[in-house]
């Protein structure tokens, strides 16, 4: 089965369509104000109107109120949430829409825990763990802290660029990938180029 590719931190329709035209399955909306990525929601309506069909739009929150989810459902049409800070299962489930948790993971991270919590997330997404960042460091972690089988699908996050995602790839064996600064020229803006080399990566990669 070949790996999926989700390009987060879309703030264009042209990168959108960028994203896209190289192949990508989804593309990643911050709504969270502290990220520079963040988009603002007529923005990212715009987007998602943009796609054609059988590309996911997901939208990414860290710790917000159903009142902050509920402005961006009202006018956004998302396929799958991504909940990026310390959001129960009950919270994660209460908007009503298919989502994945995100875990920042050390060496004392459990795993097999969370997968247990979150058990009807559609996937664990993994990424670094910094300090006081709740995501998009552009930092890799060790993925051999990842157990060999993990009874919930992996998105694999964290510091991947077209250099090592084959790599990882190869390594992990993820449901999915997840790439926002390995992507850019900028923080929030993607390049045409980089996106065809990490797609080109992602392909080559041994399975």
């Given at each position: 089965m070949?790996?999926r590719?989700k390009?987060c931190?879309?703030?264009?329709?042209?990168?959108?369509?960028a994203?896209v035209?190289?192949?990508?399955?989804?593309i990643?909306?911050?709504?969270?104000?502290?990220s520079?990525r963040?988009?603002?929601i007529?923005?990212?309506?715009?987007i998602?109107?943009?796609l054609?069909?059988f590309?996911?739009?997901?939208?990414?929150?860290?710790?917000?109120?159903?009142a902050?989810?509920?402005?961006v459902?009202?006018?956004v049409?998302l396929?799958l949430?991504?909940?990026?800070?310390?959001?129960?299962?009950?919270?994660?489930?209460?908007?009503?829409?298919?989502y994945?948790k995100?875990?920042r993971?050390?060496?004392?991270?459990?795993?097999?825990?969370?997968a247990?919590?979150?058990?009807?997330a559609?996937a664990?997404?993994l990424?670094?763990?910094q300090?006081?960042?709740q995501g998009?460091?552009?930092q890799?972690?060790d993925?051999g802290?990842?157990p060999a089988?993990?009874?919930?699908p992996?998105?694999?996050?964290?510091g991947?660029?077209?250099?090592?995602?084959?790599?990882?790839?190869?390594?992990?064996?993820?449901?999915?990938?997840?790439v926002?600064?390995?992507?850019e020229?900028s923080?929030?803006?993607?390049?045409?180029?980089k996106?065809?080399?990490?797609m080109?990566g992602?392909?080559?990669?041994?399975?």
């Amino acid at each position: 089965m070949r790996t999926r590719v989700k390009i987060c931190g879309i703030t264009r329709v042209s990168d959108a369509l960028a994203a896209v035209q190289h192949g990508c399955d989804a593309i990643g909306l911050v709504f969270y104000a502290r990220s520079p990525r963040h988009i603002e929601i007529a923005a990212a309506a715009e987007i998602v109107q943009s796609l054609p069909p059988f590309v996911s739009a997901v939208g990414l929150f860290v710790n917000a109120s159903q009142a902050e989810l509920d402005a961006v459902l009202s006018q956004v049409r998302l396929d799958l949430l991504q909940f990026h800070g310390d959001e129960s299962p009950e919270q994660c489930r209460q908007a009503g829409l298919p989502y994945m948790k995100a875990i920042r993971v050390r060496r004392e991270t459990n795993l097999l825990q969370y997968a247990t919590q979150y058990h009807d997330a559609r996937a664990l997404l993994l990424d670094a763990y910094q300090e006081g960042v709740q995501g998009g460091t552009g930092q890799v972690f060790d993925w051999g802290l990842i157990p060999a089988a993990l009874p919930v699908p992996i998105v694999l996050a964290g510091g991947l660029t077209s250099l090592n995602v084959s790599a990882a790839i190869e390594q992990v064996r993820p449901y999915a990938v997840d790439v926002s600064g390995g992507v850019e020229q900028s923080k929030g803006i993607k390049d045409a180029g980089k996106i065809a080399a990490f797609m080109q990566g992602v392909n080559d990669a041994a399975l």
